[in-house]
Nanobody, 116 residues
Framework: QVQLVESGGGLVQPGGSLKLSCAAS????????MGWYRQDPGKECEWVAT????????NYADSVKGRFTISRDNAKNTLYLQMNSLKPEDTAVYYC?????????WGQGTQVTVSS
């Protein structure tokens, strides 16, 4: 079955960087666009970025544009999110997402906390 496993989160100071990974299995990774979302407790889930199946034409939320970079390695079935210049408001649980046969799948998430 479809499985997504995020990793790479942690505690970082404002201005710091983290790189998240999402290991995918159970579907042909290279055939699907992928996305990152985030959610802070008490807030709505927020779309962060998406990337096409070929790894081109990424799109970003205005809140992260210029600071975050989404990428993928289709040979490794892995999605990435490089996060630079992190701000306290980036604190959230980050999830990767794929839609396969009209059904959305999510991983368990990885916590990112930006605090001094």
């Amino acid at each position: 079955q479809v499985q997504l496993v995020e990793s790479g989160g942690g505690l970082v100071q404002p201005g710091g960087s983290l790189k998240l990974s999402c290991a995918a299995s159970g579907f042909t990774f290279s055939n699907y666009a992928m996305g990152w979302y985030r959610q802070d407790p008490g807030k709505e889930c927020e779309w962060v970025a998406t990337i096409t199946k070929a790894g081109v034409n990424p799109n970003y939320a205005d809140s992260v544009k210029g600071r975050f970079t989404i990428s993928r390695d289709n040979a490794k079935n892995t999605l990435y999110l490089q996060m630079n210049s992190l701000k306290p408001e980036d604190t959230a649980v980050y999830y990767c997402n794929v839609i396969v046969l009209l059904r959305g799948y999510w991983g368990q998430g990885t916590q990112v906390t930006v605090s001094s």
